[in-house]
């Protein structure tokens, strides 16, 4: 039985990180059984991935609830960390992958450092 993978991240929309999560599940599809989390503003484009605009709970927990992996891909730093927290509440496996360190002003990372954020 394959695991179950969730993907939260804009999945509609047309740019890199939506491609990234297409192209990952594709990669991936042999081992893990995917569902989706959409977060860009096209609303409705996509009745087969739940929309994370169209406000109902029930089917984020549902969603959430029903997985093993969690993979973050959010650009919005709120939604990340909304989506850490329930993935830790939850208990679940929780990936993230950030895009752009454009948003994270604050880290210096030298030449020789790297960010690896993991959850055991």
């Not at 039985?1 to 990180?17: C, D, E, R």
């Not at 096209?42 to 927990?61: A, D, H, K, Q, S």
Request: include cysteine.
């Amino acid at each position: 039985m394959k695991s179950k993978y969730l993907q939260i991240g804009p999945y509609t929309a047309i740019g890199g990180v939506s491609v990234h999560i297409k192209r990952l599940s594709e990669l991936l599809a042999e081992q893990y059984s995917f569902s989706f989390i959409d977060e860009s503003p096209l609303i409705g484009t996509n009745r087969e991935v739940y929309n994370l605009r169209e406000i109902n709970i029930f089917e984020y927990i549902r969603l959430v609830n029903n997985t093993h992996i969690i993979h973050v891909h959010s650009g919005i730093w709120w939604l990340r960390c909304l989506h850490i927290l329930v993935g830790f509440l939850f208990r679940k496996k929780t990936i993230v992958t950030i895009h752009s360190l454009s948003n994270l002003t604050t880290c210096n990372l030298n030449q020789n450092e790297h960010l690896l954020p993991i959850n055991p």
